[in-house]
């Protein structure tokens, strides 16, 4: 870079999955300079933070292992992005000047309030801070103390089995069928597992009132729970709708193709909380990676002067992991329907573990050698898209 010129100033909010990966791929040019805002100093493997609240794994990784050279790292939360003066406001009354940003800042557990005493008595395992309590409280009642999880999907499933796996009495309570993102074969396989670890798996009926000791149910007999956790649903923080922008019915940053905001060209989203012409993508580290860099390429092309791609991303599988030694993984099309084809036990489980691992270790690759991370495509999503 010339050392008269300015360089691109491009803030990327948010450092999971998504935005750590964005801020590394942006160092393809040497005329930017990256600022990654996160409200923690240690990036957060989300996809095993079960693992953590059960006190199977760490799940936080130091920045210093993964971000590339030149990439800073403020840690704090961003408030507003103010479009007019180019700006984003941090919680410490700081501001940060951009020509760019990218919005990358997840989703969350959506605890209903709607259900008396969810918010009061449940814990969640969405975020690390709430896993971590989690974690604590583990630790109190008697091991054969009945524990209740709430919400049948992934997250549901891989917590309950985590936490069977340690031979907790545990009852699963989904709204709807079990494991509803897979094929009728492959949740067979997920509830047999669940039946041999001694789960008590209740569908179809969703719980009504949580107290700190039973959840109720649409019937209105309590179950004793000593501790309940809840997984069902998600949300996005609200930093889009608080900045003016156009946001879908969840919050997600409603963008074009591009994953360029539609009031905003200087605004590109990522991950969990993008919504592109509406459709996002399944909530997943599978989708976030690749958002992430496609992100970074529409920065990038609009530095160079060039118009943004239309993203691509096809789909393999979706995993469950059962406990430490077993896992279901079900194949999909590219465009996220599943097939019929799975496999289980300790072969899917192996599986699951170095999907895990690479994930971290592709964050690392693309911050010693921008470019380094691929991923499956299957043509522009546009020209799949029914009007």
Known sequence: MDAHSTPHEIVVIGGGYAGTVAANHLRLRTDVAITLVNPRPTFVERIRLHQFAAGNYDAAVDYGTLLGDGVR??????????????????????????????????????????????????????????????RARLAEPPADAAITVVGGGLTGVETAAELADQGRAVTLICGGVLAPALTAPARRSVATWLS?????????????????????????????SALTVWTAGFGVPGLAAASGLSVDPLGRLLTDETLVSVDDDRVVGAGDAASPSGRPLRMRCQAAMPL????????????????????????????????????????????????DTFIDGQKAAEAKEELCRRAVMGISMEGRSPGAVVWQKAGPRAARMVA
């Not at 919005?103 to 557990?109: M, Q």
């Not at 001694?198 to 000791?213: A, F, I």
């Not at 991303?313 to 992991?321: D, G, L, N, P, R």
């Open 292 to 339: 992430g860099i496609q992100a970074a390429d529409a920065v990038l092309s609009r530095i160079a002067g060039t118009a943004p791609a239309v993203i691509d991303q096809a789909f393999k599988s979706t995993c469950i992991s059962l406990g430490r030694h077993a896992a279901t993984m079900q194949y999909s099309r590219p465009d996220d329907t599943p097939l």
């Open 196 to 224: 041999e670890h001694g789960v008590t798996v209740l569908e179809g009926d969703p719980v009504t009132q949580v107290r700190q000791d039973a959840v109720v149910l649409t019937g209105g007999t309590p179950r004793p």
């Open 73 to 134: 790292l403020v840690v704090d939360s961003a408030t507003r992005i103010d479009s007019a003066s180019r700006t984003v406001e941090l919680a410490s009354g700081d501001a940060l000047d951009y020509d760019y940003v990218i919005y990358a800042v997840g989703s969350t557990g959506a605890i209903p309030s709607s259900v008396p005493g969810a918010a009061e008595f449940a814990y969640s395992v969405a975020e690390f801070e709430f896993a971590e309590r989690l």
